[in-house]
């Protein structure tokens, strides 16, 4: 099963330490969650609040719970896991900073958070909106169900302001294209200038001391 190094699982998939306690919520498929339980031989726990999403990842995880994290509490005990995943996710959410403040107690002493979250202010949706256009789409950073919108300033602060401390931030590319080589040139601007040509911000973080 490949994994693409470019992609927000890929570069997520590398944070994760092996043989690590992880819960991912919002896991859809269950793809990633079956990466981690195969290749690092994590041990997986999956939240998804999707009933389709939960039946697909049966089998891909030790346990999938169908629930609205914003609505009820995991039946996990405090300190239970080592990494907290959640792969654009919090941009679905009415209070993501709520939800990361309410995660931080299932994170053991030195457990991180990964998420990520679409860029809204890279040069493609800088273009749509000179153009006069704002369409509602399904996947992209205009997807209907939508909820909050981030730059890398607000990514960053989510987690500063949940109170964690930041310890790797990485972006994906806005281009991406089906050779490496030119992956790796959008890869190199998107961390350059991270506004304008990033698809996605990723954020590792630890409870703050």
């Known amino acids: 099963m490949y994994i693409d190094t470019f992609t927000s699982q890929g570069k997520i998939f590398d944070q994760v330490s092996h043989g690590?306690?992880?819960?991912?919520?919002?896991?859809?498929?269950?793809?990633?969650?079956?990466?981690?339980?195969?290749?690092?031989?994590?041990?997986?726990?999956?939240v998804d609040k999707d009933?389709?999403?939960?039946?697909?990842?049966?089998?891909?995880?030790?346990?999938?719970?169908?629930?609205?994290?914003?609505k009820s509490e995991l039946p996990y005990e405090n300190g239970s896991f080592d990494h907290i995943i959640l792969?654009?996710?919090?941009?679905?959410?009415?209070?993501?900073?709520?939800?990361?403040?309410?995660?931080?107690?299932?994170?053991s002493e030195d457990g991180s958070i990964i998420?990520?979250?679409?860029?809204?202010?890279?040069?493609?949706?800088?273009?749509m909106i000179f153009l006069g256009k704002f369409e509602y789409t399904d996947g992209t950073v205009f997807d209907r169900n939508h909820l909050r919108f981030f730059n890398l300033e607000?990514?960053?602060?989510?987690?500063?302001?949940?109170?964690?401390r930041i310890v790797w931030l990485d972006v994906t590319p806005s281009v991406y294209l089906y050779k490496d080589k030119l992956n790796f040139l959008w890869y190199k601007l998107a961390k350059i200038?991270?506004?304008?040509?990033?698809?996605?911000?990723?954020?590792?973080a630890k409870k703050q001391n």
């Open 20 to 46: 690590s306690r992880v819960l991912e919520i919002g896991c859809g498929s269950g793809r990633l969650s079956n990466l981690l339980s195969i290749w690092k031989q994590c041990k997986v726990y999956c």
């Open 51 to 70: 009933p389709a999403s939960s039946f697909l990842a049966k089998g891909k995880c030790i346990e999938i719970i169908n629930t609205d994290i914003e």
């Open 87 to 107: 792969v654009n996710v919090l941009e679905h959410m009415i209070e993501p900073k709520q939800v990361l403040m309410n995660l931080k107690r299932y994170l």
């Open 115 to 127: 998420y990520s979250v679409p860029n809204i202010v890279n040069w493609y949706s800088r273009m």
């Open 154 to 164: 607000s990514g960053r602060n989510l987690a500063i302001d949940a109170g964690y």
């Open 193 to 204: 200038w991270k506004n304008l040509f990033a698809d996605e911000f990723l954020i590792l």
